[in-house]
């Protein structure tokens, strides 16, 4: 007879609802109040970001003994599938700007699927103040000025099939607003 691995844990799914958009910090921070663990992953739920990924991070949290590994479009063997031009050239327009300005030391700081330690996530999330898509390059930069060890893994982003994205000028706008202040305090 074979040997076989052992089985994994039994995966458990939590459904948390808000009474709103209440923003994505205070979404991070809904969920940290819900989760349990010693590491939490934070991924889009319209699986835009597909959980094939999550062994990889894992694998590379474990390796580098990373506080946080970062799901990156912008290394090799990583990228975006159903953008249109336009889309692509601001979302890498964005990171290059902002990496330039920070210099976190991160290839993708305004992606969302990242696997955190729980005590770091906890600390990020008291101390950012950006919302929407700059909320996400303040958690990257304020790691990477922490000292945290950061790894990462190439991601392929799909573009959700269903709904539309709230990339607009509004949230242009609060993203530049978000590096400005970055920029001047960090």
């Known amino acids: 007879m074979p040997h076989l691995p052992p089985r994994s844990p039994p995966f458990h799914q939590l459904l948390r609802p808000r009474p709103g958009k209440l923003g994505l ?11 349990t663990g010693d590491f939490i992953i934070i991924m889009d739920a319209d699986l835009s970001h597909h959980p094939k990924y ?13 506080d946080l ?4 479009r912008y290394a090799p063997g990583g990228g975006v599938a159903g953008w249109g031009a336009r889309r692509k050239a601001t979302s890498r327009g964005a990171n290059l700007l902002a990496s330039l300005l920070l210099r976190p030391g991160l290839s993708d700081l305004t992606g969302s699927f990242r696997l955190f ?7 990020l999330v008291a101390e950012t103040r950006a919302t929407g ?5 303040e958690v990257a930069v304020r790691a990477a000025a922490s000292g945290a060890v950061i790894a990462e893994v190439p991601i392929v982003f799909v573009d959700r099939v269903y709904g539309a994205s709230k990339l607009g000028g509004a949230e242009v706008a609060l993203f530049l607003k978000g590096l400005v202040r ?5």
């Open 54 to 66: 999550i062994p990889a991070m894992v694998a590379a949290q474990a390796d580098a003994g990373a």
């Open 117 to 123: 330690r729980r005590g770091l996530l906890a600390r």
């Open 69 to 72: 590994v970062s799901g990156t």
């Open 25 to 35: 910090g205070t979404a991070y921070a809904h969920g940290l109040a819900a989760a």
């Open 182 to 186: 970055l920029v001047l305090t960090m």
């Open 133 to 137: 898509y700059a909320f996400q390059m």
